[in-house]
């Protein structure tokens, strides 16, 4: 069906429609800007220097001149492309992010590949990145990551086959150190997901697609299931349709948390995704708003770095009915898992609750 409506739009028409009121203080949003980062996408090296050029001159300033309920300034995670590695540009990715509080994470396109196979790829892009000081590390000092896969076509889900390879890529992802996924929503692409705006543990059965639905995120019930080598956990981002923004001014547009010029920040979106974006079941009143762009290309950083976003920030300090907070993904993957496991109030003391931030952060730098 067109724009994949046929897999998600049942989901989306049987949601539950309850409203979120005020529960033990008021809400917490979480928001994280997850950056499919693609500095070489039809472009140069050249290209690519002159992309990371805006950001380390723009970027900073933006961190700096706004901040959120707890006093931090934005964040953004940039998950790079790990088949373009190229050395200049990771490292200068790497200061900006030392910098400014933002991190980097993995993404990959491939295809036609193996269990084996993959597992190469992954394991050389780990530690090309860890090599800068980037990726969380587990106490044996292995790399941990948060995980975008390129085409959306992640376990193979795409329907003509193509982008992928891997039907059992979910076990492969956690074997070599990832902590959750962040690809989805995918929609209008076909490999979009039944299960939509959702925070769920995704069990691999040697199909592809494994993670069209699986068991979600629930206070006292699904933290052991973290640790389990065949559940990856997937963050997802908002996915609906939107009624106060209509294209001819008749049909709803579809709402998939993508940040492009054509499709800003705006207090309707961001009063859409407070709706319907996902809090952990029996947990206590925090909302995880996962966002994602293409931060790369000129067209979409000058919006990221520009007016658009700065009127953005500008409007989250002025709604009250939340406290906005900005995070990366891992600390979005943190708060998740203190919520499974009863945190409630500030998310401060919980940013860092199972995943401890990379190397070069610990650092420290001129953070915002």
């Known amino acids: 069906m067109i724009r994949s409506l046929d897999r998600w739009l049942p989901a989306w028409l049987t949601r539950d429609r309850a409203m979120r009121g005020p529960q033990n203080g008021p809400w917490q949003v979480f928001i994280a800007v997850c950056d499919h980062f693609e500095p070489f996408h039809g472009t140069d090296k050249a290209g690519a220097l002159a992309a990371i ?115 059992d890529e979910l076990r492969v992802l956690k074997a070599t150190g990832c902590y959750a996924d962040f690809t989805m929503p995918a929609a209008p692409d076909p490999s979009q997901t039944r299960t939509i705006n959702s925070i769920y543990y995704a ?60 499709n800003p920040p705006t207090a309707v979106r961001y009063r859409l995704w407070t709706q319907i974006c996902p809090a952990v079941k029996g947990g206590g009143p925090w909302i995880f708003v996962k966002l994602h762009t293409h931060g790369g290309i000129a067209r979409n950083y000058d919006m990221l770095l520009g007016d658009a976003m700065r009127a953005f920030h500008k409007l989250l300090g002025l709604k009250r ?15 998740v898992h203190a919520a499974e496991d009863g945190a409630q109030g500030e998310p401060g003391p919980w940013l860092d609750h199972v995943h401890a931030p990379p190397p070069r952060l610990d650092r420290g730098g001129e953070i915002g």
């Not at 390129?150 to 003509?160: E, F, I, Q, V």
């Open 321 to 335: 009915e939340f406290q906005c907070n900005y995070v990366t993904a891992r600390e979005m993957a943190n708060l």
């Open 53 to 167: 050029r805006q950001w380390e001159q723009r970027w900073p300033p933006m961190v700096k001149a706004f901040c959120d309920a707890s006093g931090r300034g934005p964040r953004h995670t940039f998950f790079y492309p790990v088949e373009q590695y190229d050395d200049e540009i990771i490292e200068r990715l790497a200061a900006l992010c030392e910098r400014t509080g933002s991190e980097v994470e993995v993404h990959l396109h491939h295809d036609s590949d193996t269990a084996a196979s993959l597992k190469q790829k992954l394991r050389k892009g780990l530690d090309d990145l860890a090599r800068h000081g980037l990726l969380s590390r587990n106490v044996s000092g292995a790399p941990r990551f948060g995980f975008i896969h390129g085409n959306w076509a992640l376990d193979h889900s795409h329907p003509t086959g193509c982008h992928c390879g891997v039907p």
């Open 203 to 262: 069990k691999e059965d040697g199909l592809p697609k494994s993670h069209d639905r699986g068991v979600a995120v629930e206070c006292g019930k699904t933290a052991r299931l973290a640790d389990d080598p065949d559940h990856l956990l997937m963050v997802q981002g908002p996915l609906g349709l939107n009624w106060r923004w209509r294209k001819h001014g008749v049909l709803p547009r579809i709402e998939n948390g993508d940040l492009t010029t054509a």
